[in-house]
Nanobody, 123 residues
Framework: QVQLVESGGGLVQAGGSLRLSCAASGRTFNSYGMGWFRQAPGKEREFVAA????????YYADSVKGRFTISRDNAKNTLYLQMNSLKPEDTAVYYC????????????????WGQGTQVTVSS
């Protein structure tokens, strides 16, 4: 049973930074891709960033490119999302996901999800 537990969300002013963590357990993730998605009120869940666990290739949505960095710690089985220069439009619940995606930006390609962590950016 795969478990993903996010942490690190909170309230921050525009221009500030946060680092989200996702602790993964239940299996080895060497053959997996892992991603961050977000969902704002009244909107669909959208892709933020993804990383292929083995090899470390990274992918970003255009809206966060240059501001967010996805990374992983193999020893700790933990996924991170460093978020800098935050904007009010980044406000959302952020979800960690794991799977074997053929298309890293597609929600349905991921079979495992965390419970989400709220990020609120004030103007």
């Amino acid at each position: 049973q795969v478990q993903l537990v996010e942490s690190g969300g909170g309230l921050v002013q525009a221009g500030g930074s946060l680092r989200l963590s996702c602790a993964a357990s239940g299996r080895t993730f060497n053959s997996y891709g892992m991603g961050w998605f977000r969902q704002a009120p009244g909107k669909e869940r959208e892709f933020v960033a993804a990383i292929i666990w083995l090899g470390g290739s990274t992918y970003y949505a255009d809206s966060v490119k240059g501001r967010f960095t996805i990374s992983r710690d193999n020893a700790k089985n933990t996924l991170y999302l460093q978020m800098n220069s935050l904007k009010p439009e980044d406000t959302a619940v952020y979800y960690c996901a794991a799977g074997r995606p053929r298309r890293v930006g597609v929600v349905d390609e991921y079979g495992y999800w965390g419970q989400g962590t709220q990020v609120t950016v004030s103007s």
